[in-house]
């Protein structure tokens, strides 16, 4: 038997050992049975069920109506029946109903003017004011838009009623009264549903800091608890298969959190799959590898394994106020756009909406898959290094 042949065999037997000793370890770890499986799962259900209405509803509002006429109970009427808000109060003066905004009671205020009805029936120019309670920008673009749309319908409404009157058809009356109807096409959300657009977001966000402050801890707490000699034991002191033996377990174990996502967002809450499945499932494979090499590439920094579970919590949180998702990227400052190239998540993000929403041919992911390999390799060139760092007795003294 030749001499590659019998360290073939070591390696596999040593990675083997490694393997079944860290399954052991997760056992008999609350905190590694947390992290890797009850954590993950609780945050999704969290999340899944927050955003299970899809859509905002019944944002509350405040009704000032000084007319009193037939016209303005209709308007009221309109507006109340629009999906997005709620009437919850009428006030007699506006002061009371900047009242209700500022303790957070309403969101926005309807003024109907005193001789709304009058000015309308004698042809005159007349306006309703809005006032919205803009500091949370979803909410006051939903109310906006909404109460836009229904109050230009309640407006087109009135002047086919009067050109009716004049004598003109009430085909003719519609066209002079909106000479340009704009054709809106929504692609890839065209419900507005918010649960395609904030859970594809949150749900792969959860499972990168689940992924980068497990794979830390349990490669951390072996150097602070001084095992790490029994580790590299069973690994016939190689590095690279005490590393790779140590990672296996957690890589297989959060990818079927993963599974568990693509799950919820995709047959739970319905969000569309308009592309390759195959290159999302790969996608997410070199995703958790990536985060797994930078929660190895910290420890080899700091050799400290608070520090790097403060440095990651921050490190993972930050990606999705980067990525593009919430605040378009192009949008963005240069610097800031630069400084989302060190996430992994805005390159997965990228590929997943890529295949899922807009259904894009595959080769429009090929870029950003490939920039999930450079995380990679990171964490591979970090594993040298690292070897120095196993019998550091500054893992057990730092706090």
Not at 17 to 46: C, H, K, M, Y
Not at 147 to 174: D, F, N, R, Y
Not at 275 to 283: A, D, E, Q
């Amino acid at each position: 038997m030749s001499n590659k042949s019998i360290n073939s065999r070591i390696i596999h037997s040593s990675l083997f050992r490694v393997i079944r000793r860290e399954f052991g370890r997760i056992a008999n770890s609350w905190v590694l049975i947390f992290v890797t499986l009850i954590g993950p799962a609780l945050s999704f259900l969290l999340v899944a069920w927050m955003f299970s209405a899809a859509v905002v509803r019944d944002l509350p509002i405040t009704l000032v109506d000084f007319d009193h006429t037939q016209l303005s109970a209709k308007i009221a009427r309109m507006v109340d029946a629009t999906p997005a808000v709620n009437i919850v109060h009428q006030s007699a003066s506006l002061g009371e109903a900047n009242s209700l905004m500022l303790k957070g009671e309403s969101e926005a205020v309807l003024y109907i003017p005193e001789g709304l009805e009058k000015q309308v029936q004698k042809g005159m120019q007349t306006e309703l004011a809005l006032y919205i309670n803009n500091t949370n920008v979803v909410k006051g673009g939903v109310i906006q838009s909404q109460m836009v749309t229904t109050l230009s319908t309640i407006s087109a409404g009135i002047k086919v009623q009067a050109m009716i009157k004049k004598g003109l058809q009430p085909s003719e009356a519609i066209q002079r009264a909106v000479p340009v109807k704009p054709d809106v096409h929504l692609l890839f959300n065209p419900f507005g549903n918010y649960a395609y657009f904030l859970m594809m977001g949150l749900l792969p966000l959860l499972a990168v800091v689940f992924i980068f402050l497990g794979t830390a801890y349990a490669i951390g707490i072996e150097m602070k608890e001084g095992t790490s000699e029994l580790w590299i034991l069973e690994a016939e002191n190689s590095t690279t298969v005490a590393i790779l033996g140590k990672l296996i377990p957690y890589m297989l174990l959060f990818f079927v959190n993963l599974m568990v996502m693509n799950i919820l967002l995709i047959r739970v809450m319905g969000t569309p799959l308009n592309g390759s499945l195959g290159m999302i499932l790969l996608s997410e494979f070199l995703l958790i590898l990536a985060y797994q090499s930078m929660a190895l590439l910290f420890l080899t920094f700091t050799a400290n394994l608070r520090l790097t579970l403060s440095l990651g919590s921050a490190y993972t949180m930050m990606a999705l106020t980067f990525s593009g998702l919430t605040f378009p990227a192009m949008g963005m400052a240069l610097v800031a756009r630069i400084f989302s190239f060190i996430f992994p998540y805005t390159f997965w993000l990228k590929i997943f909406l890529s295949q899922s929403m807009r259904g894009e041919p595959i080769h429009e992911a090929l870029m950003p898959l490939l920039l999930l390999l450079p995380f990679i390799l990171l964490g591979v060139i970090a594993i040298p290094s690292f070897k120095n760092r196993w019998k550091d007795e500054s893992w057990q003294t730092r706090d």
